[in-house]
């Protein structure tokens, strides 16, 4: 018995997709194993063998069929379908009997026997396959997955720089298929930072490659462009020829400047940062277009002062675009609102973190990578509203908690501003300050514990002197300050005692106290030369 | 710091002077309260502070300054001060004692001053 055995797959699918290829089925030769013969979804043939009830007599069928006329061309005489839980998953077709008779009915129930027998073995074969093939597939994918991911996680930077009177923290969390967000933190001439955030459009390795590749010419063309449009131009030049087809990276490169906090950027397309001040949030704006589309490009520059206090935030499109269950975006006005509302630096991007959760709803998976960097500027004399003046460290010691040790501070604050030429009237009053607040410090911050120092330090700049005295006392606890009375005194009404802080406020021009992560600081300043010099 | 020494107590024309040395912080306490018995002990027309040779003052000596004062007054006795530098002489503004003792610029008007009051 010559035979043919056609097999195709649950739904027909790869049926149909065959048949767009077209007929590629030559006829057999006699006694050869035929290669298999398509039955396309829309043949009629396909709904009969579906409800045909046992084996069915091919040449003595009329029907508008192409696969039909197929079978026939073979030399097929009968056909059996393969039928597993109500679908056909194959058909059994049988050439001329050897003897050249007609098949019986007996060898017909033999057929039909065999063809309920074989159905479900076939059935289990083809579902063996599917999924090996499903899971070969998945293992590729997920391979490439870990790819990217190595890639990408390569390329951001192992560390973040420790800027003096600056907090610089970063956040980078890939979406499962790995999108093309990257940051970096470029050290320059001068003590100044470069401070890149970008996206590759597309996912997976191709996105990681265009990124790793955009990083390196960054970096290279940093080193030899100071300005930040020059640079994206730079890159933007280098990324062209090779970049492939709908492809193209949203860049912003900022330069820092610790000491005065100028951020000078330029911007390839990429979401605009904020920053957050005194007043609320602001959005930085600079043009240009994304890199690696066109080359020619020129990239506006824009800059700000970042002011004592004060933070900025670059940020990526995942975090911005995160859908709700009823897909609304989180959006830009949200994301502005969370700048001016919440602290910066790290604070603020766990903040804005469990926000984008809370958005995305339970369990809902990030769809897209997300990268926040934030830099933020110590809290500093707010006198210094133009920031242009860079404040020079002048000395920065710790004392000893002991009775007595404020003494020490005086003295060593003295010899670091000598060369300030101050007065003498207001070095007195300066002197007066620094022992008063080093007290309070070393008394209720480290209660005159040895192992709790009391740090100072002593910065100059924009015609003041600042003086900067923590101890690890954390914040003071509310209570109402009692203001000193003398005459309360005098009466028993008040203790005798309680005098530091106003003498303190009268001595200085200026008295700030700020407390974070258990330590409190109290910042004394005092300009240069003061109106009331001479009057004294 | 040299405050441990009990100041020298002199009586000038029936006033008590005291003369201050050293430092007047916490460390001055003990000292400057014996200073003040001695010169109280023979009921004195007034007391004088004569912060010549003083040293460094701090929030602390202000209240142990504040102490003898609040002390005089229980007493009806009058405290008067001279010797104190620009800057000192600021504090006791800024605190307030300067309204409640005479600050005066040498030993002369401070004692006279005292004889004054004593004789009005």
């Known amino acids: 018995m010559t035979g043919l055995?056609?097999?195709?797959?649950?739904?027909?699918?790869?049926?149909?997709?065959?048949?767009?290829?077209?007929?590629?089925?030559?006829?057999?030769?006699?006694?050869?194993?035929?290669?298999?013969?398509?039955?396309?979804?829309?043949?009629?043939?396909?709904?009969?063998?579906?409800?045909?009830?046992?084996?069915?007599?091919?040449e003595a069928l009329e029907l508008d069929s192409p696969a039909l006329v197929e079978l026939k061309a073979a030399g097929v005489k009968l056909a059996v379908p393969l039928v597993s839980q109500g679908e056909l998953i194959g058909v059994l077709n049988l050439g001329p009997r050897l003897s050249e008779q007609e098949y019986s009915s007996d060898d017909r129930k033999l057929l039909d026997n065999l063809a309920a027998q074989a159905a479900p073995a076939l059935r289990i074969g083809q579902l063996v396959r599917e999924q090996q093939a499903e899971a070969a597939t998945r293992q590729r994918f997920e391979q490439e997955l870990e790819v990217a991911k190595l890639i990408q996680q390569n390329f951001l930077p192992k560390q973040l720089p420790e800027l003096n009177g600056w907090q610089v923290a970063a956040y980078y969390r890939p979406a499962r298929e790995v999108g093309g967000d990257f940051y970096d933190v470029i050290p320059l001439p001068e003590g100044k930072v470069g401070f890149v955030i970008g996206d590759v459009t597309d996912k997976g390795v191709p996105a990681a490659l265009v990124m790793a590749a955009t990083r390196s010419v960054l970096r290279a063309s940093a080193q030899r462009l100071v300005e930040p449009g020059e640079v994206l131009e730079r890159v933007n030049e280098h990324l062209c020829p090779d970049m492939p087809e709908k492809m193209f990276v949203t860049c912003l490169y900022g330069v820092l400047d610790p000491e005065s906090g100028h951020f000078r950027f330029a911007n390839a397309g990429h979401d605009l940062p904020y920053v957050k001040t005194a007043?609320?949030?602001?959005?930085?704006?600079?043009?240009?277009?994304?890199?690696?589309?066109?080359?020619?490009?020129?990239?506006?520059?824009?800059?700000?002062?970042?002011?004592?206090?004060?933070?900025?935030?670059?940020?990526?499109?995942?975090?911005?675009?995160?859908?709700?269950?009823?897909?609304?975006?989180?959006?830009?006005?949200?994301?502005?609102?969370?700048?001016?509302?919440?602290?910066?630096?790290?604070?603020?991007?766990?903040r804005v973190l469990v926000d984008v959760q809370a958005h995305l709803g339970p369990g809902a998976e990030q769809e897209d990578d997300i990268t926040m960097v934030t830099l933020q500027r110590s809290p500093g004399a707010a006198h210094m509203r133009n920031g242009a003046v860079p404040d020079a460290l002048l000395a920065e010691f710790d004392v000893e908690s002991a009775e007595g040790n404020e003494r020490v501070a005086i003295a060593r604050v003295t010899d670091a501003v000598a060369s300030l030429n101050i007065s003498d009237d207001r070095l007195e009053r300066l002197k007066t300050a620094v022992g008063e607040?080093?007290?309070?410090?070393?008394?209720?911050?480290?209660?005159?514990?040895?192992?709790?120092?009391?740090?100072?330090?002593?910065?100059?700049?924009?015609?003041?002197?600042?003086?900067?005295?923590?101890?690890?006392?954390?914040?003071p606890?509310?209570?109402?300050?009692?203001?000193?009375?003398?005459?309360?005194?005098?009466?028993?009404?008040?203790?005798?005692?309680?005098?530091?802080?106003?003498?303190?406020?009268n001595m200085v021009d200026e008295m700030r106290e700020t407390s974070a992560a258990g330590r409190h600081t109290l910042e004394l300043a005092l300009r240069l030369e003061g109106d009331d010099d001479g009057d004294e | 710091?040299?405050?441990?020494?009990?100041?020298?107590?002199?009586?000038?024309?029936?006033?008590?002077?005291?003369?201050?040395?050293?430092?007047?912080?916490?460390?001055?306490?003990?000292?400057?309260?014996?200073?003040?018995?001695?010169?109280?002990?023979?009921?004195?027309?007034?007391?004088?502070?004569?912060?010549?040779?003083?040293?460094?003052i701090n929030s602390t000596g202000i209240a142990l300054i504040v102490g003898l004062l609040a002390r005089a007054r229980a007493t009806g006795l009058d405290i008067r001060a001279y010797g104190l530098s620009p800057h000192y002489r600021e504090i006791f503004e800024i605190t307030r004692l300067a309204d409640f003792l005479a600050i005066n610029p040498d030993e002369e008007s401070a004692v006279r001053g005292a004889e004054g009051n004593t004789n009005a």
């Open chain 2, 1 to 56: 710091m040299a405050t441990s020494e009990i100041p020298a107590v002199r009586r000038r024309d029936g006033v008590a002077v005291i003369d201050l040395t050293g430092d007047v912080n916490r460390g001055a306490e003990e000292s400057l309260d014996a200073a003040w018995a001695r010169a109280t002990r023979d009921r004195p027309d007034a007391v004088v502070l004569n912060f010549e040779g003083a040293g460094y």
């Open chain 1, 437 to 475: 607040a080093t007290m309070n410090a070393m008394e209720h911050g480290s209660q005159y514990r040895a192992d709790r120092p009391v740090s100072i330090r002593v910065l100059a700049g924009g015609g003041n002197v600042r003086i900067q005295i923590t101890d690890l006392g954390g914040a």
């Open chain 1, 5 to 58: 055995i056609r097999t195709f797959r649950r739904g027909l699918r790869r049926a149909s997709a065959e048949e767009r290829r077209g007929p590629a089925t030559p006829p057999p030769a006699a006694g050869d194993e035929a290669a298999p013969i398509d039955i396309a979804p829309n043949d009629p043939l396909l709904a009969l063998l579906q409800s045909a009830s046992g084996a069915v007599d091919i």
């Open chain 1, 279 to 350: 007043e609320g949030s602001e959005e930085l704006r600079a043009r240009g277009m994304p890199l690696g589309l066109m080359p020619g490009m020129r990239y506006e520059e824009s800059e700000t002062v970042l002011q004592p206090g004060e933070s900025l935030l670059l940020h990526s499109d995942g975090v911005v675009e995160a859908h709700d269950p009823n897909g609304d975006m989180f959006g830009f006005p949200r994301l502005k609102q969370a700048v001016a509302d919440y602290p910066g630096g790290g604070e603020l991007i766990d």
């Open chain 1, 477 to 505: 606890p509310e209570r109402e300050r009692e203001i000193p009375d003398l005459e309360a005194k005098l009466a028993g009404l008040q203790r005798p005692r309680g005098w530091g802080l106003l003498l303190i406020e």
